[in-house]
């Protein structure tokens, strides 16, 4: 009998594979990628890092010569029947008290050229009157200052030395972000060259200052790392170490380094100049919020709204209170903290296009900046038109008057400024809650002069008829100028 050909019934038949052997797979796959990719993310060790960059850092050690006491005090209560025996310890040890003593302290920093330039921080050798720098390999050499800016805490020193220096160089902070691994290397508690490595936990912190760039980090920084550098896994400096956030003043994971490109420019000044030459334009500004927005038109909670113009660049450009700068030199304004910033890093004397909106249309206003260390003590002026009046009025939960002679001899306020005065306020008004308090001059109404009530009544008119469900006033207290957008509505 010949045999049969075969069918598709009587071939073998191979199972296929199970779908659980096919996720088990694709996880198996997916742990090895992941693995892969963190391994090139993260370095199995920050060593070949630190070698790299160790001899570039420094340890700081200031002294300053302070005035003697002139007894026990600090050692005991003065008065306390001890005073005299711990006044006797001192002269038979040869100290009265009153002599000079000599104070020490400790901080980071590092090179930034081979000629011996010095980044530190200006808390660190503020006050020295002696600045010992101690190098990696153990060497020591003298500092003298070049310059130092307590507005960002950054200080700039100078060794000699007879051979080139090892250095770093400044990366751009403004490329880092939330999540990168970083290393920071000082001098804490004066234990010397000491590295700690983490991530950027948070960007652009502000802790007190107009020019405030902070990179916070969990990288453990504690007394003595300040002025010292915060490096990303590339060996460039994109901070450096200032302050921590701590109830106990050791390190808790809170760590705050100014970013690199704030420093970069603060050094660069004050290698040129000895002192730092910030852009100044001239205004007074405060944050638009979201009622000052609706009340002025604005479709976005964006900008810089200028509450005063004292003479300046800004008010020689035709500037006006009530401008809300929405530009400055091509860049968008998103609060005034960014306009400060950016004010600040521009040269003096650099002519710069300045976009504002002014009643309900845009406006293109060149400014040329002068310098804000010239102008730190510039006192505003006031910019109002004579007024009259006699009456008073009860309007958004305020007891208004105009100016009289007996309000302006009481009050202070000179002739030359004019306004509606705020003699009672209800507490549980809209008014009261968002800051306005008897005594406030109301300068301006709907962006425009007001010096007698039917003037306001007009302004409040005209808020209403546009749809507006709030009214800015400009308010002076104290001859300090400040916008409050007042709802309007019942």
Same mark, same amino acid.
């Given at each position: 009998?010949?045999? +049969? ?10 199972? /296929? /594979? ?17 693995? !892969? ?14 070698? =790299? ?6 340890? #700081? ?36 008290? +009153? ?20 980044? @530190? ?26 310059? &130092?800016? /307590? +507005?960002?805490?950054? !200080? ?12 770093? +160089? ?37 802790? &007190? ?6 990179? =916070? ?9 300040? %002025? ?13 170490? @200032? ?45 638009? @919020? ?79 900046? %002068? ?10 002026? !006031? ?5 009259? %009046? ?32 705020? #003699? ?23 962006? =425009? ?29 104290? %001859? ?11």
């Amino acid at each position: 009998m010949q045999p +049969k050909p075969l069918t598709l019934a009587h071939r073998p038949i191979i199972a /296929p /594979p199970t779908l659980r052997a096919v996720w088990l797979i694709t996880l198996a796959l997916a742990f090895f990628c992941t693995h !892969a990719l963190m391994a090139q993310a993260r370095p199995d060790s920050l060593a070949t890092l630190a070698q =790299q960059v160790s001899p570039s850092v420094v340890n #700081i050690t200031t002294s300053t010569m302070i005035e003697g006491r002139t007894g026990p005090q600090g050692i005991v209560p003065e008065g306390s029947p001890f005073e005299d025996f711990f006044r006797e310890f001192q002269d038979r040890n040869g100290n009265d008290g +009153k002599r000079p003593r000599r104070s020490s302290a400790l901080g980071s920093g590092f090179l930034i050229s081979e000629d011996g330039y010095v980044v @530190t921080n200006n808390h660190v050798i503020e006050s020295a009157d002696r600045i010992l720098v101690e190098f990696f390999e153990g060497d020591e050499l003298e500092a003298t200052v070049i310059g &130092s800016d /307590p +507005k960002t805490d950054i !200080a700039l020193l100078k060794v000699e030395a007879d051979e080139p220096l090892p250095f770093v +160089k400044f990366g751009d902070s403004d490329e880092a972000l939330v999540g990168d691994w970083v290393m920071a290397v000082g001098n804490p508690l004066g234990q010397g060259f000491s590295v700690t490595a983490g991530i950027i936990s948070a960007r652009n912190r502000a802790l &007190s200052g107009s020019y405030d760039d902070y990179i =916070q980090t969990d990288a453990a920084i504690n007394r003595g790392n300040s %002025g010292g550098p915060l490096f990303n896994m590339d060996g460039d400096v994109i901070g450096v170490n @200032t302050a921590i956030l701590s109830p106990s003043g050791g390190s808790i994971g809170i760590g705050f380094s100014m970013a690199s490109n704030v420093v970069n420019n603060v050094v660069d000044q004050l290698r040129k100049f000895g002192e730092t030459r910030r852009g100044w334009m001239g205004v007074r500004i405060q944050d638009v @919020t979201p009622d000052v927005a609706e009340a002025i038109g604005l479709d976005k909670v964006a900008g810089a709204l200028i509450s005063d113009v004292p003479d300046g660049p800004a008010k020689e450009a035709g500037l006006e209170a009530g401008d809300v700068i929405l530009s400055f030199d091509g860049v968008d304004v998103e609060d005034t903290r960014g306009l400060v910033r950016q004010v600040g890093n521009t040269p003096v004397g650099k002519s710069v296009r300045v976009v504002v909106l002014r009643e309900g249309g845009t406006q293109t206003l060149l400014v040329t900046l %002068g310098r804000r260390e010239d102008a730190e003590n510039a006192v505003p002026t !006031a910019m109002q038109d004579d007024g009259g %009046g006699e009456s008073t009025k009860e309007v958004l939960g305020m007891t208004i008057s105009i100016l009289t002679d007996e309000l302006r001899e009481e009050m202070g306020i000179s002739d030359s400024m004019t306004g509606l005065f705020v #003699i009672d306020i209800d507490e549980m008004s809209e008014a009261y809650e968002k800051g306005l308090r008897t005594g406030d001059l109301i300068t301006e109404a709907g962006q =425009q002069k007001v010096s007698d009530l039917d003037a306001l009544e007009n302004r409040i008119d005209e808020a209403r008829e546009a749809g507006r469900k709030s009214l800015l006033l400009r308010v002076r207290r104290a %001859g300090e100028p400040r916008f409050v957008a007042v709802s309007l509505e019942d």
